[in-house]
């Protein structure tokens, strides 16, 4: 059973950064696209960044320049470098993991970021 635990999200200043972390277990990580979407209050989810299996990566357009992807094989581990935080990043975070783009693949609880003065 393919399990993501998220973690490193927390409140911040606005201008401030974070790092979230997601490990993977129950499975061979290294197969998996991995992505971090976001869900804020009212808000549909939506995506914030994915990183192929050969490392490509994509971003939304609201992050792009400030949040940066990316996974470490030797640890199960995907990661959201966020910094230049402002407020509208405000949302809980998810990981996800699937093996083709169009898979609804496997989600973490969600951890939460909060960016206020």
């Known amino acids: 059973q393919v399990q993501l635990v998220e973690s490193g999200g927390g409140l911040v200043q606005p201008g401030g950064s974070l790092r979230l972390s997601c490990i993977l277990s129950?499975?061979?990580?290294?197969?998996?696209?991995m992505g971090w979407y976001r869900q804020a209050p009212g808000k549909q989810r939506e995506l914030v960044a994915s990183i192929t299996t050969n490392g490509n990566t994509n971003y939304v357009d609201s992050v792009r320049g400030r949040f940066t992807i990316s996974r470490d094989n030797a640890k199960n581990t995907v990661y959201l470098q966020m910094n230049s935080l402002k407020p509208e990043d405000t949302a809980v975070y998810y990981c996800n993991a699937r093996l083709i783009p169009t898979a609804q693949g496997f989600w973490g609880q969600g951890t939460q970021v909060t960016v206020s003065s």
């Open positions: 129950g499975s061979l990580f290294k197969i998996y696209i």
